[in-house]
């Protein structure tokens, strides 16, 4: 296989709906920070809450992200999300690709 081949290989193999810009944005944040409730999701990334909210659905459909309420500030319920095990591991997979794609780069 050519290193043309090989790149183009890899491009295929993203996964697309963790590659979506703002759905990359969410999912890293909560890769690296944990949980984290959709409030400061929205603020930290710029969001409309629209936004966010069909991002966010598209995430839980696919089973890479998990919602639930618990209190926050003055005993109000805020949604929480976080990544599940599958969320992690295909967020992985993603990054991997990204490094190989890197690579190929480098080596040009």
Known sequence: MNKTNDVAYLLRNLNSELFNSKRFMIVSLLYIFGKMK?????????????DLD????????????????EPGEKKVLETVAYL?????QEYEKLYDVLRAISSQIETK
């Open 38 to 50: 959709l409030s400061e999701l929205r603020k930290i990334l710029g969001l409309s809450w629209g």
């Open 54 to 69: 069909t991002h966010i659905k598209k995430l839980v459909e696919q089973g890479y992200v998990e919602l639930w309420k």
């Open 84 to 88: 599940t095990g599958k969320g992690r």
